[in-house]
């Protein structure tokens, strides 16, 4: 793995410095980016960092961004994708300044394809997908030319139009751009401007049964725009070359394109095509499952986009790629709900305590603070009585010398409430600890503690009568493989099987019941959580959104 640590040159990135020396020359005036998904998935974390560069940089430098979705291939596109995009788009905090559709253009990218066939630089080509694969030759070797390369204008001209009317059928032509089949750039041998494709377009319908490819579309859509900014991952620099040739035969606004190194992540798939897999195989619970990259699954999980800009900050903007540290992301999310979440008690693997010299019936309401980092945060009372329940883990029979939670004799503090000691263990017929029988220091009670006592272990606790049931659902990483980019076979085989385990019957205190669903928590000495979607009256799920600390690299080591 390469090194994960933010590379910065200068105090602005260098995407920054050419806006900057672009506004100080007077090239331009102002500044418009745009975003530009295909609406054939959901968002993922890596699409973050793309929405964070362009709507950020415009933010910075006064000027705007638009929404533009790439949907140029109706077979994979769906409004489900639509919406989902830009939902995820104002829940990171943006805002576009319009929104716009490659499909708003066809009639005017149908007007340009004519243009270039009237130039003599575009042509009908019968040859099969095959066919031109292998005629486009090697990097090393030149390609050859299309026996139809040789068409006059008036028959490209004729076949295109035929061709927009329907009158062929799928997969029987293309429109090529007749550029340079020896250039060293693959991009630019002749590639393919239209295909025949007989789809319902989700916005278009049936009118169209050809449609441009997305080296067509994408250049002609910013320069329609006036962007004056196209920023794209290092994957399109080859293309950036062609890019610049449509426009320039176009003669139209010219847009410029600039390339940045893409956001890879540990333990982590960028590829929509794979997570797309995931979902329709099951291996998932749907796009949003807490365990998948995708924006909505780390919404559901507790993730906040404050977290996640915070991120994008730190690793910044390259132009080479490299492999950051998941860790580096829960670092950011820590930070973040550390601050913001309240503090709750929940007991995950239950042992009955009864506490023998409290008085039967009786309630005590001690006061816990929602955050002991934030003042204004508040308080809450928690109920207190006779029967409670603590973790099993907090009890050692025979406990070793530095364990200082509960033990036969010894002694330990209840978070918020009071000091006891462990006097009797119950055990089962067969042997199995079922309770403890404990006594209370009547004057060792938090924030009025006149005992003298001290003790070095602090345990969660609820009471047994007041405790609300929840199911606690625990998220790990979904691959085991650090980089599967390195890793051979298929990607499945690295799906973990330890990346989801559901607690069912945890215990938690009444006060988690008024939870709402954009709240985060954290559950004492467990993790921080978030109320899911599938919590029903009388039943409240919570997903762990991350650990305190980060234990997956202990656990791996």
Not at 62 to 85: A, Q
Request: charge should be negative.
């Amino acid at each position: 793995m390469e090194d994960s640590k933010p590379e910065k040159e200068t105090h602005l990135n260098f995407i920054e410095e050419i806006i900057e020396e672009d506004l100080r020359s007077g090239k331009y005036t102002s500044i418009l980016t745009r975003f530009p998904p295909e609406p054939n998935g959901y968002l993922h974390i890596g699409h973050s960092k793309s929405i964070w560069l362009n709507f950020g940089v415009a933010k910075k430098y006064g000027g705007k961004t638009n929404l533009r979705f790439d949907d140029t291939n109706p077979t994979t596109e769906d409004v489900e994708y639509v919406d989902s995009i830009k939902n995820d788009i104002k829940w990171l905090g943006y805002e576009w300044a319009n929104e716009f559709y490659a499909s708003d253009y066809f009639g005017q990218l149908y007007e340009f394809a004519l243009v270039l066939i009237r130039k003599g630089l575009a042509y009908v080509d019968d040859s099969t997908s095959e066919e031109i694969a292998a005629s486009k030759g090697t990097p090393t070797e030149p390609g050859k030319d299309s026996r139809d390369r040789l068409r006059s204008v008036s028959e490209n001209e004729n076949l295109f139009i035929r061709m927009k009317n329907g009158e062929f059928p799928e997969g029987s032509k293309t429109l090529r751009a007749k550029i340079d089949m020896a250039a060293i750039n693959m991009h630019m041998r002749d590639p393919i401007l239209y295909r025949i494709k007989f789809a319902s377009h989700h916005r278009t319908k049936n009118k169209w049964c050809i449609y441009p490819m997305y080296d067509f579309a994408h250049g002609q859509s910013d320069a329609i725009e006036n962007i004056t900014h196209s920023i794209c991952t290092l994957e399109f620099i080859p293309h950036r070359e062609l890019y610049d040739w449509f426009i320039a035969n176009l003669e139209l606004f010219p847009s410029k394109q600039y390339e940045f190194a893409r956001l890879n992540l540990t333990y982590t798939i960028m590829s929509k095509r794979k997570l797309l897999q995931l979902v329709k195989e099951n291996h998932v619970n749907g796009w949003d499952d807490p365990r998948m990259p995708t924006i909505s699954g780390l919404r559901r999980r507790g993730y906040t986009p404050e977290a996640i800009r915070e991120f994008c900050e730190k690793i910044g903007v390259v132009k080479r790629d490299s492999i950051i540290d998941v860790s580096l992301l829960e670092f950011c999310l820590r930070e973040h709900l550390n601050k913001i979440a309240e503090r709750r008690m929940v007991v995950f693997n239950p042992l009955r305590v009864v506490i023998t010299n409290w008085e039967e019936g009786m309630i005590d309401e001690p006061i816990a603070e929602n955050n002991p980092g934030d003042e204004k945060a508040g308080t809450h009372t928690i109920p207190f009585s006779k029967y409670i329940y603590v973790e099993q883990d907090d009890f050692m029979e025979i406990p070793s010398k530095k364990y200082f939670r509960l033990a036969p004799g010894q002694s330990v503090r209840l978070k918020h409430a009071y000091i006891i000691t462990c006097n009797e263990v119950i055990k089962d017929a067969d042997g199995n600890i079922s309770e403890l029988h404990c006594t209370y220091n009547k004057d060792s009670r938090s924030g009025s503690d006149t005992s003298g006592l001290k003790v070095q272990g602090t345990i969660q606790w609820v009471s047994i009568d007041h405790a609300v049931n929840v199911e606690v659902r625990e998220y790990e990483r979904l691959f085991t493989a650090e980089n599967l980019a390195l890793e051979e076979g298929d990607f499945k085989e690295y799906l973990n099987p330890d990346s989801l385990n559901i607690i069912s019957n945890a215990y938690a205190e009444p006060y988690l019941a008024k939870a709402s669903a954009n709240e985060r928590f954290q559950f004492l000495r467990k993790g921080y959580y978030i109320l899911d979607k599938d919590s029903a009256p009388g039943k409240l799920v919570f997903n762990r959104t991350v650990t305190l600390k980060d234990t997956w690299a202990k656990m791996a080591k």
